[in-house]
């Protein structure tokens, strides 16, 4: 403490109850285990500053962006001194010509599209909450969009990161592409933390588009949604977003917020570009999904419409979380396209031979698709169901040649499906974090045992 203090000073760093509880947990169902102390860098200089007192001292370091994770990635299992970048969040440099922005990991992914849509510039990775950059690129974040702009490590050109002995990194540069040695940028995104403390990151930054459609339809089964978005992707349309929910996720959404969309599977898609380019997207997608058998096709072009048609889907989770003395966790797996309509049914199947109340959704444009199950945590016999459903999810999604999570992270909840996916890789992870982190200081306990 007496030591932070001299190196930061005093008012970049925290003991009390209240700091220490908002840095104990994140938004997943894994026990919140307190810091020791919370430290709000403000610089580079200030993360080398710390890092030298932690390895003077042996103590651990877990980096915390906004909390929103959903794997227990800020989780500082070892206690220790949990690392808060809420006071780094400015723009470095922003090359409007060349289509980049350089940011502090602070600044989440709504301040810095504030700041650059003045520009007619926007950053499309959008997970749904208001994640930090820095959060977002430690788990290889995706979303909505990735079935048009993939996820984080598609995005990031060029990272600054402390490493656990104090030396400062760049692992890219400002280019579009390189075959310039090892590629360190895929080897720090998504390592949640482990590997260094990132500093500063450069974003490839897209032309806002002339205009949006957004549309949604029905299905009879969640098999049929999902076979609809593989048409579609078969067709060539690069669509920007598309989303199912199943008919037990809307009839969830209005309960909670007393709506009326159709109580059915349902498929949510956006069409992005020139005005033509949209509507005539639109318009071929609509033959597509007619053909397939869809039913309420809708459509909407202004930003309050495709806000409201899209609300069923912004809501999800939410309509879930609020039901009263229950709990909820959930799985995120991403297979092969061709995998995906077979893995939607099977998860499904499970969640109705459970009888918890549960929904499965997600970005099927990429094969990527989440459950949610509600479950009293008080009933042991509920608690063991979810926890079934999720694993036999996993485990299927392997099988067929899937990842345990396509977006989440592994975090706490996935390291025990490590060794299964990768076989002898992980030996390999391992010794990287031998090697860029001998002892284990950077927060620990995650990815693998």
Same mark, same amino acid.
């Given at each position: 403490?007496?030591e932070?203090?001299?190196c930061?000073g005093k008012?970049?760093?925290?003991?009390?109850?209240?700091n220490?509880?908002?840095?104990?947990k994140?938004e997943?169902f894994?026990s919140?285990?307190?810091?020791?102390?919370v430290?709000?860098?403000?610089?580079?200089?200030?993360?080398?500053?710390?890092?030298?007192?932690?390895?003077? =001292?042996?103590?651990?370091?877990?980096?915390?962006? #906004?909390?929103?994770?959903?794997d227990?990635?800020?989780?500082?299992?070892?206690?220790?001194?949990?690392?808060?970048?809420?006071?780094?969040?400015?723009?470095?440099?922003? @090359?409007?010509?060349?289509l980049?922005v350089t940011?502090?990991?602070?600044? #989440?992914?709504?301040e &810095?599209n504030?700041?650059?849509?003045r520009?007619?510039?926007? =950053?499309? %990775?959008d997970?749904g909450a208001?994640?930090? /950059?820095?959060?977002?690129?430690?788990?290889?974040?995706?979303?909505? #969009?990735?079935?048009?702009?993939?996820?984080?490590? +598609? @995005?990031? &050109?060029n990272l600054?990161?402390?490493?656990? +002995?104090?030396?400062? !990194?760049?692992t890219?540069?400002?280019?579009?592409?390189?075959?310039?040695?090892?590629?360190?940028?895929?080897? =720090? $995104?998504g390592?949640?933390?482990?590997?260094?403390?990132?500093?500063?990151i450069?974003?490839? *930054?897209?032309?806002?588009?002339?205009? %949006?459609?957004?549309?949604?339809?029905t299905? +009879?089964?969640?098999?049929?949604?999902a076979?609809a978005?593989?048409?579609?992707?078969?067709s060539?349309?690069?669509v920007?977003?598309?989303?199912?929910?199943?008919?037990?996720?809307?009839q969830q $959404?209005n309960?909670?917020?007393?709506? @009326?969309?159709?109580?059915q599977?349902?498929?949510?898609?956006?069409?992005?570009?020139t005005?033509?380019?949209a509507?005539?997207?639109?318009? $071929?997608?609509q033959?597509?999904?007619?053909?397939?058998?869809?039913?309420?096709?809708?459509?909407?072009s202004?930003?309050?419409?495709?806000?409201? &048609?899209?609300?069923?889907?912004?809501?999800?989770?939410y309509? =879930?979380?609020? %039901?009263k003395?229950?709990? /909820?966790?959930?799985?995120? /797996?991403?297979?092969?396209?061709?995998?995906?309509?077979?893995?939607?049914?099977?998860?499904?199947?499970q969640?109705?031979?459970?009888?918890?109340?549960?929904?499965?959704?997600?970005?099927?444009g990429?094969?990527?698709?989440?459950t949610? !199950?509600?479950?009293?945590?008080s +009933?042991?016999?509920?608690?063991?169901?979810a926890? #079934? %459903?999720?694993?036999?999810?996993?485990?299927k999604?392997?099988?067929?040649?899937?990842t345990?999570?396509?977006?989440?992270?592994?975090?706490?909840?996935?390291?025990k499906? @490590?060794? *299964?996916?990768?076989?002898?890789?992980v030996?390999?992870?391992?010794?990287i974090?031998s090697?860029l982190?001998?002892h284990?200081?950077?927060?620990?306990?995650?990815?693998f045992h």
């Amino acid at each position: 403490m007496i030591e932070l203090q001299a190196c930061i000073g005093k008012e970049k760093l925290s003991i009390s109850e209240g700091n220490r509880f908002r840095h104990s947990k994140d938004e997943s169902f894994h026990s919140p285990i307190e810091p020791d102390i919370v430290v709000f860098p403000e610089s580079k200089q200030d993360i080398v500053n710390i890092l030298t007192v932690a390895n003077r =001292f042996d103590i651990p370091i877990t980096p915390f962006g #906004t909390g929103s994770g959903l794997d227990g990635q800020a989780i500082p299992v070892r206690k220790g001194i949990s690392m808060n970048f809420e006071r780094m969040k400015r723009i470095i440099s922003l @090359q409007q010509e060349d289509l980049t922005v350089t940011v502090q990991p602070g600044m #989440t992914r709504l301040e &810095l599209n504030r700041e650059i849509n003045r520009h007619g510039l926007y =950053f499309p %990775i959008d997970p749904g909450a208001d994640a930090s /950059v820095g959060g977002m690129t430690a788990t290889n974040a995706s979303g909505t #969009t990735a079935v048009r702009y993939g996820s984080m490590k +598609d @995005q990031v &050109l060029n990272l600054e990161v402390v490493l656990a +002995d104090g030396k400062i !990194i760049k692992t890219g540069s400002n280019a579009k592409k390189s075959s310039s040695g090892y590629h360190l940028n895929s080897l =720090f $995104v998504g390592s949640e933390g482990t590997l260094g403390i990132i500093s500063e990151i450069t974003l490839k *930054l897209h032309g806002i588009p002339e205009h %949006i459609i957004a549309a949604r339809c029905t299905f +009879d089964s969640p098999k049929a949604c999902a076979e609809a978005s593989h048409a579609v992707l078969m067709s060539g349309i690069p669509v920007l977003r598309m989303e199912m929910v199943d008919a037990n996720s809307i009839q969830q $959404v209005n309960a909670y917020g007393e709506y @009326q969309f159709p109580e059915q599977h349902s498929l949510f898609l956006e069409f992005a570009g020139t005005r033509n380019s949209a509507e005539e997207e639109a318009t $071929v997608v609509q033959e597509i999904m007619e053909d397939m058998g869809c039913e309420n096709w809708a459509r909407a072009s202004s930003s309050k419409e495709r806000a409201e &048609l899209w609300r069923a889907r912004h809501e999800l989770s939410y309509a =879930f979380r609020h %039901i009263k003395g229950t709990a /909820v966790s959930g799985s995120d /797996v991403c297979v092969p396209i061709s995998k995906l309509a077979d893995l939607v049914v099977f998860a499904r199947d499970q969640l109705e031979k459970s009888g918890l109340v549960g929904g499965v959704f997600g970005h099927v444009g990429d094969g990527n698709f989440h459950t949610i !199950i509600v479950y009293d945590p008080s +009933d042991v016999t509920e608690v063991e169901k979810a926890d #079934t %459903i999720n694993e036999k999810l996993v485990l299927k999604a392997i099988e067929v040649g899937g990842t345990c999570t396509g977006e989440h992270g592994v975090g706490l909840g996935k390291m025990k499906y @490590q060794e *299964l996916e990768h076989g002898p890789g992980v030996e390999v992870m391992k010794s990287i974090k031998s090697l860029l982190d001998p002892h284990g200081r950077l927060n620990p306990g995650k990815i693998f045992h």
